[in-house]
């Protein structure tokens, strides 16, 4: 490449006339070809990840050469001019001071270069990490009837294949991705049928509309205990464990008000991994106008009895949906419930937000109720806290947010909130920036998000101006105490009814946030 011949040039030429010794002169040719590599290589990690259009790459990356090429020549004229006999001692030392600038200027490019390159390099690698870790895990069933011939995911050409007919349609996307991949099966070589619900679905199957039907987890449940003739009269053909990606709702997020739904998960009940589907102890709506500086946190109890979209509208307790049906289920269940649309999702679990907080800094949190709850490790009050404004550390803020033996699901909800805004302040603090490398491993190996590269590095820029966004207006859903028979279960369990009045409110709420200016 052209610039590449003029750099080398202009640098053996500096360690060909410069004054000294041996060292000297190899010295100051390093020092310059440890800034040209640099330069170089912050502009090739530049235009692989920016998301900047062609153009405005282009501009940028040739304003970068021209500087750098300026600096060099200045660089390469000043430590190459040897000090003659005409140079009188006042004239020698102007020329040394000069020298010793751009030796001590490069070495500063170079360490600014060396510490951009490593963000640019830490910071892509997480957002990559990120963006391959979007989406959940799914099981999802194959079945025939007991007297089909169809006996493996090979027979499935030229059958027809019911599935339920939802926003999520778990079973039929991991069941095409598998015929796809291990049986070069495509959609033309089979027939898609959706149907409204799963029953509708399995009396197609009865009635030999279609030759199997494909199930997810979270619908088999209330299948086997609406028809109990269920597993007699059909045969299991092939249980299928596929990941399915969760699109967002894409805004320009630095100025068009947006949700945000946040669910915090207690993964340790599954495989440990953030990708596996467990229940929901902390589910917040987080309302931001990035044009006003607002944001509503809208929280919605873990045990709040509400219609799940992916199960046929079938009532359920909040915290279950993420249990069977995934993140994806949730959203598409929340956005009906309070009729609202969710843009993207961010879900965590609990080691992230005790790691969070020991990295950047206690949070002041000013405690309701004074109460003992148990660590991390599950050992029974072993963290007890005083009523009161104090310090917290991250062990000690998730026991506050997870504390609901002695108080409603309601002051919980409270105590999360109170969380969040702490931790948000926190983030905005100037000292974050030394503590990034941290920061971005926590949330690569305990978070998992929709968020696209784009939007993420706009969310990032938003960071220095969290310290004020206004808080004023989070709400937390209220409800009656009551005891529910879930068939699926086949139990009796508490629920907490919200009444439909304070449902509306808060989808209110939520949309005059997203529609003010």
């Known amino acids: 490449m052209p610039f590449i011949y003029i750099y080398v040039s202009l640098l053996a030429k500096i360690s060909y006339n410069v ?3 041996f060292m000297k002169k190899l010295s100051t040719l390093l020092l310059g070809l440890l800034y040209i590599l640099l330069t170089l290589a912050l ?41 003659t006999k005409k140079y009188d001692t006042q004239k020698r030392k102007r020329l040394l001071r000069k020298q010793t600038f751009l030796k001590v200027l490069i070495l500063l490019l170079c360490i600014a ?160 991994s953030i990708t596996a589907n467990t229940r929901a102890d902390t589910i917040i709506i987080a309302t931001i106008n990035p044009k006003t500086q607002e944001i509503l946190l809208t929280s919605i109890p873990r045990d709040t009895f509400m219609p799940v979209s992916c199960n046929n509208n079938i009532k359920d ?20 419930y309070l009729d609202i649309e969710i843009n993207y999702y961010l879900k965590f679990d609990f080691q992230a937000l005790v790691k969070l907080i020991d990295t950047v800094g206690n949070i ?17 009050d072993s963290i007890c806290l005083k009523a009161g404004s104090q310090n917290l550390n991250g062990e000690q803020a998730l026991a506050y947010a997870r504390h609901r033996k002695t108080v409603t699901d309601g002051r919980r909800s409270e105590a999360q909130q109170l969380i969040i805004k702490a931790l948000v302040k926190k983030m905005a603090s100037p000292t974050i920036v030394t503590k990034f490398d941290s920061v971005l491993k926590i949330i690569s190996d305990h978070m998992q998000t929709n968020l696209s590269r784009s939007e993420m ?14 808080f004023e207006n989070s709400d937390v ?39 003010k200016k």
């Not at 999520?168 to 598998?178: A, I, T």
């Not at 009396?203 to 979270?218: F, G, M, Q, T």
């Not at 949906?321 to 959203?331: A, E």
């Not at 109720?369 to 029974?380: H, R, V």
């Open 19 to 21: 004054d000294g010794d």
């Open 43 to 83: 502009l090739i990690q530049f235009n692989l990840f920016e998301v900047f259009n062609i153009w405005i790459k282009a501009i940028i990356t040739i304003i970068t050469l021209v500087f750098t090429i300026y600096i060099l020549r200045f660089y390469t004229k000043t430590l190459s001019r040897k000090m």
């Open 113 to 272: 270069l060396s510490f951009a390159n490593y963000f640019y390099y830490r910071v892509n690698d997480t957002f990559n990490y990120i963006l391959n870790n979007n989406g959940a895990y799914h099981t999802v069933h194959v079945y025939a009837l007991k007297d089909s011939p169809i006996t493996t995911l090979s027979d499935l050409k030229d059958k027809k294949i019911g599935y339920t007919n939802q926003d999520e349609n778990y079973g039929k996307d991991v069941l095409v991705k598998v015929l796809n991949k291990e049986f070069n099966l495509k959609e033309d070589n089979y027939s898609l049928i959706g149907y409204l619900d799963t029953k509708k679905s399995y009396e197609a199957l009865k009635d030999s509309k279609v030759d199997i039907i494909v199930i997810d987890d979270a619908t088999l449940d209330s299948l086997l205990s609406t028809f109990t003739t269920f597993e007699s009269s059909t045969k299991l053909i092939k249980t299928i464990k596929g990941k399915v990606e969760i699109e967002s709702k894409s805004v320009s997020v630095t100025t068009t008000p947006f949700n945000v739904l946040i669910a915090g998960v207690d993964n340790r009940e599954e495989d440990g």
């Open 317 to 336: 307790k909040a915290t279950h949906i993420t249990r069977k049906g995934g993140i994806q289920c949730l959203i598409s269940s929340l956005e009906n």
């Open 364 to 380: 002041k949190v000013d405690v309701a109720y004074p109460f003992c709850e148990m660590d991390s490790n599950d050992k029974a």
């Open 457 to 470: 590095y706009d969310l990032v820029s938003l960071v220095p101006s969290m310290g004020n966004l206004s």
């Open 477 to 515: 859903l209220k409800g009656d105490d009551a005891y529910e028979y879930i068939a699926q279960y086949k139990e009796t369990m508490y629920v907490m009814k919200i009444p439909q009045d304070k449902i509306d409110e808060a989808g209110a709420k939520i949309r005059g946030l997203i529609n």
